[in-house]
């Protein structure tokens, strides 16, 4: 299996609090992404990383940012939490870059009170 | 906007029967079109993908039917199994400025019976 470890796997946090989700990859992969999944939507991008510290916009951005220090870390940050933030959030990297196959995180539980 | 459309939503049935997932797409420009397998407390994991030019693709039990002049294509699981039980998501994909921009369906929740 790809090495992709995301922390923490589970988050109980209040409105308005700041919320760091950590990705890391063993892989040495050039592109990273944050996709979260809710029920009746699917998985939707909110961010992705071509790069070190090269990051660019997904499709449900807003409330969103994301850091690209190293490789192999790609950190998603929730600046100011809301409920419809709540979700579960997968970090994924190519499995072939030719085809859009993905490998996905285990994923981490976020809910927001 | 939803650019892959996924149903059925849910789908129960019995052991040994033939469960069948669709999905529609709407952009011409898709070129890549995989299934993932996601069970409870895990990430998604490819199951089987199909490009345009081909009309069906067996791996084991699992089948993609393609019909490119439709803009559909589906999932048939043979002899399904309990332990198939799981969430599917069809999916397509294509490249965008550098990178393969991959679209998710819905998904579909399987329950196969004893």
């Known amino acids: 299996d790809a090495g992709i470890t995301q922390s923490p796997r589970h988050k109980v946090t209040e409105t308005g609090t700041p919320v760091t989700l950590r990705c890391h990859q063993t892989e040495n992969h050039r592109y990273m992404y944050w996709y979260r999944q809710d029920p009746g939507h699917g998985l939707r991008l909110i961010h992705y990383s071509y790069g070190v510290k090269d990051t660019d916009k997904g499709e449900v951005s807003d409330g969103y940012s994301v850091s690209r220090s190293k490789t192999e870390d790609f950190l998603l940050t929730l600046e100011s939490a809301t409920s419809s933030q709540t979700s579960v959030y997968f970090c994924a990297i190519p499995a072939d870059m030719g085809t859009g196959e993905l490998f996905f995180g285990e994923g981490s539980r976020l809910t927001v009170l | 906007q939803q650019q892959v459309k996924q149903s059925p939503q849910s789908l129960i049935v019995q052991k040994g029967g033939i469960p069948i997932i669709n999905c529609a797409y709407e952009?011409?420009?898709?070129?890549?079109f995989p299934w993932y397998q996601q069970f409870p407390g895990k990430g998604p994991a490819l199951l089987i993908a199909i490009r345009p030019d081909v009309s069906e693709k067996k791996e084991g039990r699992f089948t993609i039917s393609f019909n490119k002049s439709a803009k559909q294509f589906s999932l048939h699981i043979m002899d399904s199994q309990p332990g198939d039980s799981a969430t599917y998501f069809c999916a397509a994909s294509t490249n965008s400025g550098g990178y393969q921009k991959v679209t998710f369906g819905t998904g579909t929740k399987l329950q196969v019976i004893p």
């Open positions: 952009n011409t420009a898709f070129d890549y």
